[in-house]
């Protein structure tokens, strides 16, 4: 499966962004999805997953709260809500995805997924 993500912008603290991670290439519903960050100077981070239908996500302590994952697998889309933004949100965010072989699981490890979108960058200013 192939991955897009866009969405990103430089917004400023406390604003909102919608990412959009569109798939092509596979049976979107099978495959689990997961959201991750890289900061400037910092390793890649999780952010957020959810499972096949939508029913189980699990976010970073970090997020909680404040983003929202969702996925649309009609539009073979997934998004993630972030909201309440902070500077220390500025990131390179990426949407990743791999074979889910039951409706509950996620994955919260990156070395878990398979394929990556090329990520988008959110710069949230003070």
């Known amino acids: 499966v192939q991955l897009q993500a866009s969405g990103g912008g430089l917004v400023q603290a406390g604003d909102s962004l919608r990412l959009s991670c569109a798939a092509s290439?596979?049976?979107?519903?099978?495959?689990?999805l997961g959201w991750f960050r890289q900061a400037p100077g910092k390793e890649r981070e999780f952010v957020s997953a959810i499972a096949r239908y939508g029913t189980f996500t699990h976010y970073a302590d970090s997020v909680k709260g404040r983003f929202t994952v969702s996925r649309d697998n009609a539009k073979n889309t997934a998004y993630l809500q972030l909201s309440g933004l902070e500077p220390a949100d500025t990131a390179v965010y990426y949407c990743?995805?791999?074979?889910?072989?039951?409706?509950?699981?996620?994955?919260?490890?990156?070395?878990?997924?398979?394929?990556w979108g090329q990520g988008t960058l959110v710069t949230v200013s003070s």
């Open positions: 290439g596979g049976f979107f519903r099978n495959y689990a």
């Open positions: 990743a995805a791999r074979s889910g072989p039951h409706h509950y699981s996620y994955y919260t490890r990156a070395e878990e997924y398979a394929s």
